[in-house]
């Protein structure tokens, strides 16, 4: 509401442009119908955003980049895929490393991100059976006796996260690390990651973190610099897809 509210204030004050930008897009995940009668809220939002006045949106890492579609005007997709490898590369891992897909709807993305950081890539299958709860069934791939990364766009509740790494640590992998965006963390995400065999998670600050109850085993990445040269690039009309190598076509 505060943005709209900012956005309809300068559309009154004859802005010449508006760009919203939202490096969480909000109910992301609401984007389709999976149930009779469910709404599909980031259809909304994105209404909402354009009736108020927006006349561009910057966002990163969409849960499913169909969400583009929603929009009459043009969609910015950045991405943090590129300083999550280059943190995992810097790691210097002694372990052969294994990037893993929590779902086969992020396969195509976590090859990206195997290629990327000098590894291989696994798959995990899971079944929902019900809202929040993961249940991993098989895994595709080999993971014995390496480091295994797992990729996500966000961390809610965890349960994902967390399932998938026991998953992985009985099926022989020596570390597990986690990579995301999107540091929601509901209770009790912290609680479950202080509990679970996860060695470490490493999110951005798309989100705010509070230092004083964030975890050790938590690494928090900052994007202000990814922000900064995205919306440099817009006002001076050159290219974002350039900044990232078209990888944020990838969601």
Do not use: W
Request: include cysteine.
């Amino acid at each position: 509401m505060e943005l709209l509210i900012m956005i309809d204030a300068a559309k009154l004050a004859s802005a010449k442009r508006i760009t919203a930008v939202m490096p969480l897009y909000p109910y992301s995940r609401q984007d389709k119908k999976s149930r009779p009668r469910e709404p599909i809220t980031a259809k909304l939002i994105a209404e909402m955003l354009q009736t108020a006045g927006a006349d561009r949106v910057l966002t990163m890492d969409l849960h499913a980049g169909q969400i583009q579609g929603f929009f009459d005007v043009p969609v910015d997709h950045m991405t943090a895929l590129p300083m999550l490898a280059q943190y995992v590369r810097d790691l210097g891992l002694p372990e052969e490393v294994v990037a893993v897909a929590p779902d086969t709807g992020r396969t195509r993305l976590a090859s990206k991100f195997a290629e990327m950081i000098g590894g291989e890539l696994a798959v995990l299958q899971k079944d929902r059976p019900a809202h929040n709860v993961a249940h991993i069934t098989n895994v595709i791939g080999s993971v014995e006796d390496r480091c295994a990364v797992m990729t996500d766009d966000m961390v809610d509740t965890a349960g994902t996260l967390v399932a998938g790494a026991q998953f992985l640590k009985d099926h022989g992998a020596k570390k597990v690390y986690a990579c995301a965006t999107h540091g929601i963390f509901s209770p009790p995400a912290i609680q479950r990651i202080e509990e679970s065999p996860l060695d470490r998670v490493i999110v951005t600050d798309t989100v705010p973190i509070d230092p004083l109850t964030k975890p050790e085993r938590v690494t928090v990445l900052p994007i202000a610099d990814i922000l900064a040269e995205t919306i440099h690039n817009i006002f001076a009309d050159d290219s974002v897809s350039a900044i990232f190598g078209d990888m944020n076509a990838l969601f």
